[in-house]
C-alpha cells in the first residue's frame, strides 16, 4: 500500500492518491506511515524537478496532493493523544522570501499535539516579526523553517535580530529541506531537526517538559 501511494502521488495521479489514502486509513494504517510515503513522494519528485524530469506545475499538484493527504491524517492522529495540557509556547515560521509551508504545517501539527501552544506565523516571514512575536508571546522556543538555499541568509539574520533584541533565553531550532548541521553553525542556531518529531523532542527539551 505505501508503495501504492508513493506510486500515485509521483505518477501525479491525484483522485488515486486520495483513495489510496482513505483504504490505507480504513484499513488500520499507522497516520506516520502515510505521511512517510509522501515525504518519500516528495524527495522523488525533488529530484526529478533537479534533473529537468517535471517542473513548476508538477511541485505546485504534488504540494496539493500532499495538504489534502496531511487534512485526512491530521485529525487521526489527533485522536491518538491528549491536547487539553500545554507544555509551553512555541513560535514557528518558514522564513523570509521561502514559501514552502508544507513541512512547517506537519511541524507544527505534532508540535501542538504533543501539548505546545504554537504560534504559527505563516510563510516569509521576517526577522522582524519573528522578534516581535515572540516579545508579545514570551515565548522561548522559536522554530525556523527553509527549504531554498535562499533561506540559510535569513536564517541568520533571525537568529542576530534575536540578540539584538536581547532575547538572549530564546532557543532557536533550524530544519527543512538541505539544513543539516553546518548550516545550523553558519545561522547561529541552538539546534537543527530533520523531521517533526526532533522539533518536539528539542522543544520538550528546552522547556523542560
Ligand atoms: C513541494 C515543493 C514546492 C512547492 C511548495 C508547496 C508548499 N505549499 O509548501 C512549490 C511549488 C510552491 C515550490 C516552489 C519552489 N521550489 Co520547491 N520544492 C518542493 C519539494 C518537491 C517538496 C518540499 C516538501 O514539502 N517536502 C515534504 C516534507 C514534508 O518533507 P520533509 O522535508 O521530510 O519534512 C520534514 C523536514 O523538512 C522537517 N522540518 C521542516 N521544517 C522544519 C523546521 C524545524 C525547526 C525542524 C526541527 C524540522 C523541520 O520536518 C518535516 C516533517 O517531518 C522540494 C524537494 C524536496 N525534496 O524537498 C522542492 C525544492 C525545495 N524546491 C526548490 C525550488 C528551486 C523551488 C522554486 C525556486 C522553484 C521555482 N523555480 O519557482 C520555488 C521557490 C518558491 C519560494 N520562494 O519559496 C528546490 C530548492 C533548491 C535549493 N537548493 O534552493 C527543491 C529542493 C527541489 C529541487 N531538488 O531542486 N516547491
Not at 483513495?19 to 506511515?33: R, S, V, Y
Not at 487534512?71 to 491528549?82: I, S
Not at 545550523?184 to 537543527?192: E, H, I, L, M, Q
Request: net charge negative; charged share 25%.
Amino acid at each position: 500500500m505505501p508503495q501504492q501511494l508513493i506510486d500515485a502521488i509521483t505518477d501525479m495521479r491525484e483522485d488515486d492518491a486520495l483513495k489510496i489514502t482513505d483504504n490505507m486509513l480504513q484499513n488500520g494504517a499507522d497516520p506516520l506511515e502515510v505521511l512517510e510515503a509522501c515525504r518519500k513522494s516528495m524527495e522523488i519528485i525533488g529530484q526529478r524537478f533537479e534533473e529537468g524530469d517535471c517542473f513548476v506545475p508538477e511541485l505546485i499538484l504534488a504540494g496539493e496532493m500532499l495538504k489534502e493527504i496531511s487534512a485526512k491524517v491530521k485529525p487521526l492522529m489527533k485522536e491518538q493523544v491528549d491536547t487539553s495540557k500545554k507544555l509551553g509556547q512555541v513560535v514557528f515560521g518558514t522564513v523570509e522570501g521561502d514559501i514552502h509551508d508544507i513541512a512547517k504545517d506537519i511541524v507544527v501539527f505534532m508540535l501542538d499535539i504533543n501539548g505546545f501552544e504554537v504560534t504559527d506565523l505563516g510563510v516569509d516571514v521576517s526577522p522582524a516579526k519573528f522578534v516581535e512575536t515572540v516579545k508579545e508571546t514570551g515565548a522561548t522556543v522559536v522554530g525556523l523553517s527553509g527549504f531554498l538555499t535562499l533561506a540559510y541568509e535569513p536564517m541568520k539574520a533571525t537568529v542576530e535580530a534575536f540578540k539584538e533584541a536581547g532575547l538572549d533565553e530564546v532557543k532557536v531550532m533550524i530544519g527543512g529541506g538541505q539544513i543539516d548541521d553546518q548550516i545550523r553553525v553558519y545561522t547561529g542556531a541552538d539546534a537543527f531537526g530533520r523531521d517533526a518529531m526532533t522539533a518536539v523532542g528539542l522543544a520538550r527539551q528546552w522547556t523542560g517538559a
